[in-house]
């Protein structure tokens, strides 16, 4: 599939038999209004069910989204802002092998408020976006 005809995370969850929750949805819708936003499942070893959505923008990661257990989200993030929110939000932890400075986990069903993780989301892909080439920047103006 090219990146204009790819599936949405919705479409994939579905194609699984995943049902998701409100709060998952409203991620997704969140997530893929980035511009360019692609999503890849991935799933563990020897299964055949994805866990994750990799969202990437040009080839670069910005979002992992749980699509199966645990609800949340895996953001880039710049690290002062990092320390804030871990102190601020007990939903917001590090939760992967991305380097915990610059990478949060936030968890859907807690003290995170949903205009924040939108924010957050945001966020994340005007940070990976900005060290974009500016070939690029270009193509992803094209897609607009």
Not at 116 to 130: A, F, K, N, P
Request: aromatic share 4%; with cysteine.
């Amino acid at each position: 599939m090219n990146e204009s005809t790819h599936e949405t995370g919705r479409e994939i969850a579905d194609r699984h038999g995943i049902v998701l929750s409100n709060s998952s949805i409203a991620l997704l819708a969140s997530i893929e209004a980035q511009p360019g936003a692609i999503p890849k499942p991935m799933a563990p070893p020897r299964a055949s069910i994805p866990n994750v959505l990799i969202y990437k923008v040009m080839n670069k990661l910005f979002a992992i989204m749980s699509i199966r257990g645990t609800e949340g989200v895996i953001l880039k993030c710049v690290p002062d802002r990092v320390l804030f929110l871990r102190e601020h939000y007990e939903g917001v932890s590090h939760r992967s092998h991305l380097d915990s400075r610059y990478w949060i986990s936030v968890k859907l069903d807690s003290d995170v408020p949903a205009d924040e993780v939108d924010s957050l989301v945001r966020h994340s892909y005007e940070q990976v976006c900005s060290k974009l080439t500016k070939k690029q920047k270009a193509e992803l103006d094209s897609l607009l």
